[in-house]
């Protein structure tokens, strides 16, 4: 898209942002009813559970996760929100339930990410031996949990089965949130490349956004996967010496998760040229990151890599050991969570999370614009 294009069309659609469902619009004039959310522990709301949860961050059951917004532990990996209960506020909907918690009310839509999660199946990870501290869900399994959500209504494909498939996806919008940071962790000190996992999970996130699609999902929105260089787990977890970028981070952490989403971006063009009347858009939180990391007085930060919550002090706070992540015994957190961007050391804080979502929402780091989505969506 020129730069012309880009900003005519904010230009055309920032209005839409402040007449509906960003300044608390009646239900009415929502312009989704419901939301199916996919994705990992930047996306979960409380899939994840004791028997399956990775180690190294085994409390966020108990405080201080959740201290900030909810006052309690919910199960996200962050002190409060993350982008997809910004996305529930936008919307003027509630926040989304977790599948697994078979007593919550899901008119509104119902999150499937998981923490832990892969792009590619479990079996791959198997087959090399790298199971020490993964899930054995994936993305793939989100959709099966999917189907089986939607099993009663007796949606197959939108050929097949168009009206029953179009209940399902009338006034829905599909979101799936970053996937795919888990794989390349899980290959660390291993001889698998980083190429051939992105390979793996291109091709894995592609089927199942193709799936969604072929299904009848009108609205998707594809989240990129963000500038993981700069977390704490990769400076401890680089190899030295570290070569850093412009703006600190570690280089080629930053680089593998670029190349991804190019990868990604790349299948999301031609499935838009399969489902020309699917609205896909691919959130940039890549240049978001960058964004808020380059600029970090500027949206209120004074610790740009320490984590607020973890142990060990130093540059980063951080030990990748279970026994002192966020929430063990012999861990601390902050005083003050919104002047860190890091929570513990491999998620962010619910501020990160606010600016993060602000600058997709009001659609600076998002093709086509979110206010496009939007206006799509009233449309149909």
Known sequence: MSSFLYFALLTIFIPIILHSPFSHASPRTRPFDKVYVFGDSYTD?????????????????????????????????????LVIDF??????????????????KTTHGVNFAISGCTA????????NNLTLDTVPQSLTTQLTWFKEYTKGSGCKDAVSTPAKCKAVFNGALVWIGQMAANDYNYIAGSKITSKAVQKLAIKYQTQV????????????????????????????????PTQLDQIGCVAFKNKESYDHNIALQAKLHELRKMHPSAVIVYGDDWHAYREVFGNAAKYGFVERFKACCGSGGGAYNFV?????????????????????????????????????????????????????????????
């Open 45 to 81: 709301t409380g899939n994840l559970n004791d028997a399956t949860r990775p180690s190294i961050f085994h409390h966020v059951d108990s405080l201080p996760y959740g201290r900030t917004f909810f006052h309690r532990p919910t199960n996200r990996y962050s002190n409060g929100r």
């Open 209 to 240: 956004i193709n799936e969604l699609l072929k299904m009848g999902a009108k609205h998707v929105v594809v989240q990129g996967l963000p500038a993981t260089g700069c977390l704490p787990f990769s400076f401890i977890m680089a190899p030295r």
């Open 87 to 104: 996305i529930a506020e936008s919307l003027n909907l509630p926040y989304f339930p977790p599948y697994l918690n078979k007593h919550a």
């Open 320 to 380: 990748p050991d279970p026994r002192s992540t966020c929430g063990a015994p012999g861990a601390m957190s902050c005083k003050d969570p919104s002047r860190y961007m890091s929570w513990d050391g491999l998620h962010v804080t619910e501020g990160l999370n606010r600016a993060v979502s602000k600058l997709f929402i009001d659609g600076l780091f998002a093709q086509p614009p979110f206010p496009y989505l939007l206006k799509k969506a009233v449309e149909s």
């Open 120 to 127: 590619i199946p479990n079996s791959f990870f198997a087959k």
